[in-house]
């Protein structure tokens, strides 16, 4: 009897320490995430989450089939872009971008301050001067779409192929490609334009 409670107890132990360390070790992990990454993670939901909401709109508005008409090709194109800003309706600056915007403000700092005057100037050319996009608008479509240079490109995290970066003014903007409509605007890079 003696035997079978010491062995009881021995089982217990055994079996309640690697629980505990295991559980020691869930915390350990738990505080040593790398909060970038984690930005990253939480960027990628809510880029997920806004094409999981662009495939319910783009069921409305099939492909075209003629390829040749580019008029049939714009028309679906502005449907597309009103039925994703309708089911947007409440959407703001930074929806998408939030968990990222402090990484990414750093980024484009940086670039930014990393190019010589002419660089800038040209990067700036690009743009109307006084030009203001907004989430849920259309792109406009007598104004280039501006370039974000490869080098900053680089450093961005990647996007499915459904979106698009645009810098405009220093504003990273995040365009949906087949519809035409930004849809986040990153907050707190104000442009500056040298006269």
């Given amino acids: 009897m003696v035997r079978t409670a010491v062995a009881l107890l021995f089982s217990a132990l055994s079996i ?4 505990g360390q295991l559980v020691a070790a869930e915390r350990a992990q738990t505080r040593a995430v790398n909060p970038q990454a984690q930005a990253l993670v939480e960027f990628k939901k809510r880029v997920d989450a806004y094409l999981e ?6 069921q409305k508005f099939p492909e075209v089939k003629e390829t040749g008409d580019p008029a049939k090709i714009h028309e679906r194109e502005v449907a597309l872009g009103k039925g994703i800003a309708m089911a947007r309706v409440n959407a703001k600056p930074g929806d998408v971008f939030a968990p990222v915007s402090q990484q990414l403000l750093t980024i484009v700092e940086k670039d930014w301050n990393s190019r010589s005057a002419a660089d800038q100037k040209a990067i700036l050319a690009e743009i109307p001067k006084g030009l203001v996009l907004k989430v849920n608008q259309p792109y406009p479509a007598n104004v280039a779409l501006a370039t974000v240079p ?10 499915p192929e459904e979106l ?20 986040d605007v990153l907050v707190g890079a104000e442009p500056t334009r040298a006269e």
């Fill in 53 to 58: 909401l662009r495939r319910a709109v783009t």
């Fill in 16 to 19: 309640s320490l690697p629980v």
């Fill in 150 to 159: 490869p080098k900053l490109l680089a450093q961005l995290p990647m996007l």
């Fill in 164 to 183: 698009e970066y645009r810098l405009v003014d220093r504003r990273l903007l995040l365009r949906d490609r087949d519809a035409n409509v930004i849809v």
